[in-house]
């Protein structure tokens, strides 16, 4: 059975201050539960006091980005090797906005992926459709692709240390939800997809999160669907109470 993940991406908000004070709350209250998995992921600058923070606590550190290349002249970047000098152990990779906002290719984010695997780093890819694409029934086939070619190369026996999140772009933000129907539909999608590219055996081993505005209010009816293995939470990881809300309906679902 499956691990429920539920990570939170910070984005662009919570100085080091502030970090260590929402990254406390948290690891404070959950100890050191093994019923999920938890996962934050603050932005840079605030990686260390987060880390200080959560340490002794069942609580995971991720990172929102990194750089393909161990090191070099990539001004303004990190590498994988840095996050893990400050024991991040996941990283978000593909996320909508730096596909949008940072015209970053299926290309490299794949060497992004391959990257974090070879310094021990699971990354966490996101895919997702926009608006348009939905409603032109392209969603599959958009899916579909960016799955592929963001695991290109991906041995078979690391496929499984790979965390896919599915973002529906037009949720991300929105306050609009895909329904659990919908959200069902494409994680079976991905799962089937998995099955094709590293076997039965990996896929079901592989934990793929819904990422379109869950919060306390939907999540249940969400992460009770089959395929759906927990959450990459926006704004409701930003306020320790709503988070740890998401925590708990997932332990719950896990009894």
């Known amino acids: 059975m499956r691990k429920f993940l539920i ?8 100085n080091s201050d502030e970090a260590q004070s929402l990254a406390s709350e948290i690891a404070q209250t959950l100890g050191r539960q093994h019923e999920v998995d938890v996962v934050i992921c603050p932005p840079f600058t605030s990686l260390e006091s987060a880390a200080r923070a959560i340490e002794s606590s069942g609580v995971k550190l991720g990172a929102q980005n990194m750089h393909p290349e161990r090191s070099g002249a990539f ?25 949008v906002q940072f015209a970053e290719s299926d290309e490299f984010i794949n060497r992004k992926v391959l990257a ?3 310094s021990r780093l699971k990354p966490i890819l996101c895919i997702g459709e926009t608006l348009e694409e939905r409603e032109a029934d392209k969603a599959f086939e ?20 790979v965390i896919v999140a599915y973002e529906p772009v037009w949720a991300i933000g929105t306050g609009k939800t895909a329904t659990p129907d919908q959200a ?5 999608f991905i799962r089937e997809e998995l099955k094709n590219l590293f076997g039965d055996a990996q896929a079901d081993r592989t934990r793929i999160l819904y990422g379109g ?12 669907q089959v395929d759906i293995d927990g959450g990459l939470i926006g704004g409701a990881s930003l306020e320790a109470r709503s988070f740890l809300q998401l925590v708990e309906i997932a332990s719950g679902l896990s009894q």
């Not at 990570?7 to 919570?14: H, P, S, T, V």
């Open 75 to 99: 001004t303004g970047e990190i590498s994988a090797e840095m996050l893990r000098h400050l024991f991040a152990t996941y990283v978000l990779v593909g996320h909508s906005e730096r596909r």
């Open 184 to 188: 069902q539909e494409i994680h079976q």
């Open 213 to 224: 505005s869950m919060n306390p209010g939907n999540a249940e009816e969400l992460l009770k």
């Open 116 to 118: 974090a695997l070879n």
């Open 142 to 161: 958009v899916v579909g692709n960016q799955l592929k070619a963001g695991l290109a190369n991906v041995p078979a026996d690391l496929a499984d240390l």
């Open 7 to 14: 990570a939170g991406n910070w984005k662009m908000n919570k």
